[in-house]
């Protein structure tokens, strides 16, 4: 079953402005990973942040982690065209074996 | 980062044909792969955990005897939709881990279309 719920479903921006996605989860992490997929294709690894670890940065994109509430966030800063993409958050978890479950997704237009 | 190579890329079947796919560790070994399966707008579905050397750890749900997982060795593992029909038509892909360490990355294949026709 899912582990990650998403918010929003969908998003849509002007170019320049920035997007945040939010994820929430049920159980407890090793670590929650984001990623990345265009339409109908391969998943792109964004971002993977550990259970002990608040905060992590890459480029463009700002993850954060509450264990606490079980959430975390993407912002993307400076969206451009090209970030138009489904995003997922991904739980690693220790149930029943290691195993990464992904959460339903955003879906983020940006417009030119 | 590592690559994963998932064959074929898309593949159209014929209903009640079986379809092997194939998921490859290129630079690494992979002691642990995974399946997902993915319906057009929806979010990647764990069918199966696979180890090497090992059975395959299904999610509930999922059908062991449809679904045929093999990970022979280190560097691959493969997934046959066995009878397939129109319902199996589905993105699938698999992902790998180096390890058994959680904090590690998992690297995914491009994926496979299915089609059943």
């Known amino acids: 079953s899912q582990q990650g719920e998403e918010d929003p479903q969908a998003l849509s921006i002007q170019e320049g402005e920035n997007a945040t996605m939010n994820c929430s989860y049920k159980t407890s992490i090793n670590n929650l990973q984001w990623y990345r997929q265009n339409s109908g294709r391969g998943l792109v690894h964004l971002i993977l942040?550990?259970?002990?670890?608040r905060e992590k940065h890459s480029g463009r994109l700002r993850v954060t982690l509450d264990t606490s509430k079980k959430s975390s966030s993407l912002l993307i800063t400076a969206s451009r065209a090209a970030d138009t993409a489904s995003y997922f958050c991904?739980?690693?978890?220790?149930?029943?074996?290691?195993?990464?479950?992904f959460g339903a997704g955003t879906r983020l237009f940006v417009k030119a | 980062g590592a690559v994963v190579s998932q064959h074929p890329s898309w593949v159209i079947c014929k209903s009640g044909t079986s379809v092997k796919i194939e998921c490859r560790s290129l630079d690494f070994q992979a002691t642990t792969m995974f399946w997902y399966r993915q319906f057009p707008k929806q979010s990647l579905m764990l069918m199966a955990t696979?180890?090497?050397?090992?059975?395959?750890?299904?999610e509930q749900g999922v059908e062991k005897d449809k679904f045929l997982i093999n990970h022979a060795s280190l560097t691959l593992s493969t997934l046959t939709v066995t009878s397939a029909h129109p319902e199996d038509s589905s993105f699938y892909i698999c992902s790998a881990r180096a390890g058994q360490f959680m904090n590690t990355e998992a690297f995914f294949g491009q994926g496979t279309r299915l089609t059943v026709v």
């Open positions: 991904a739980t690693g978890a220790n149930t029943g074996g290691f195993k990464t479950i």
């Open positions: 696979s180890n090497e050397g090992s059975k395959a750890t299904y």
């Open positions: 942040i550990r259970s002990n670890e």
